[in-house]
Structure formats: C-alpha cells, structure tokens
C-alpha cells in the first residue's frame, strides 16, 4: 500500500508541476508536449502520445477554469 501512495504521490506532483508551467508559462502545444514527456522521463514515468495529449487537454482545461 505504501507503494501505490509513493506513486500517486509522484504522478500527482507531476500533474502539478505541468499545471503550474501552464499557468505561468504558456507555449504552444508542441512544445509543452516536448517539456512534460521530457520531464516525466526524468522522473521515471513514461507515457504514449495519446495519454500525454489527454493529459495536456485535462490540465488545459483546469488552468483555464
């Protein structure tokens, strides 16, 4: 159970971080595609284009609440 609570706890600091840089930093799609997988990398997570782009879509709809 620990373990699962380490990675929701990665995952969900990930989620943050890009929401921030959305917020703060706007850039075109591509390029923050580019910024998140490479950051996500650095942290051991890997994900396939069409998740990465759900994701930008959730989080882009977020910041723009």
Known sequence: MKNLDIVLAVVGG???GASLG??????KGEDL???ITG????KGIALKK???DKLVEELE???KR
């Open 22 to 27: 959305l917020l703060f930093a706007p850039k």
């Open 61 to 63: 709809g977020v910041v």
């Open 33 to 35: 595609r580019d910024e």
């Open 39 to 42: 950051y996500l990398k650095s």
């Open 50 to 52: 069409q998740k990465l």
């Open 14 to 16: 990930a989620l943050v």
